[in-house]
């Protein structure tokens, strides 16, 4: 079976420090890992993936996560964050294509001025 | 761009009462899936959809719940006779050939029952 956990339920950072969101994962066969945000009254946006080749991944607006195998984790990181990075994200895990998604609980992300 | 929509985004219900939820998903894809949020915990699978039978189903996925896609567009969840538990953010998420691998998200579709 498949689990995901996220560490931090509320992550704040001010504008232009480094962003830090943990992931750890559980999967008894090689994982499909993503990382989804949610904004205010939105869906949930991918953001970027992990399937098989590069460790180091990069998604959209700045974000990027690196498969870490021995540690079972993929970290969500942000050089410098913006504003606009306010949201909630989620990890999710699946082992196939068309297969199920196992969420983790989410993050809130608060970015100060 | 391509994306899954849903409707409606709020929905008010009386117990016991039916609702349906809809979601159009992106045109060329052909898997379709079922996800719930109650308020404050994960989000979890409810059922997954494909040449028109269910794959794959949750524990939570009981007879109170169906899915049907009735036409080449919609696909639906009904819920037969709501209960206060049912109350959730509910989503519809589709994937295609091409990235298999990846589900993509419609807004959601915020149920409360009353």
């Known amino acids: 079976a498949q689990s995901v956990t996220q560490l931090g339920s509320h992550v704040s950072v001010s504008e232009g420090a480094l962003v830090l969101l943990r992931c750890n994962y559980s999967?008894?066969?090689?994982?499909?890992l993503f990382w989804y945000v949610q904004y205010p009254n939105q869906g949930l946006q991918l953001l970027l993936k992990y399937t098989t080749g590069a460790t180091l991944v990069k998604g959209i607006n700045g974000f990027e996560a690196e498969f870490k195998k021995s540690e079972t984790s993929f970290h969500l990181t942000k050089p410098s964050a913006h504003m606009s990075d306010a949201a909630e994200y989620f990890c999710a895990v699946s082992v196939n294509n068309f297969n199920k998604f196992y969420f983790g609980s989410g993050t809130k992300l608060n970015v100060k001025p | 761009e391509p994306e899954v929509t849903q409707t409606p985004s709020h929905q008010v219900t009386q117990m016991g009462q039916e609702v349906i939820l809809r979601c159009v998903p992106i045109s060329n894809h052909l898997y379709f899936y079922w996800y719930r949020q109650i308020l404050g915990q994960k989000v979890e699978f409810l059922v997954s959809?494909?040449?028109?039978?269910?794959?794959?189903k949750s524990e939570i996925f009981d007879d109170q719940f169906s899915v049907e896609r009735p036409d080449g567009s919609n696909f639906t969840l009904k819920i037969r006779s709501t209960k206060l538990e049912d109350s959730a953010m509910y989503f519809c998420?589709?994937?295609?050939?091409?990235?298999?691998?990846?589900?993509?998200f419609g807004p959601g579709t915020r149920l409360l029952v009353l």
């Open positions: 998420a589709s994937s295609g050939v091409r990235d298999g691998e990846t589900q993509y």
């Open positions: 959809f494909y040449n028109n039978e269910i794959s794959e």
């Open positions: 999967s008894s066969v090689p994982p499909y």
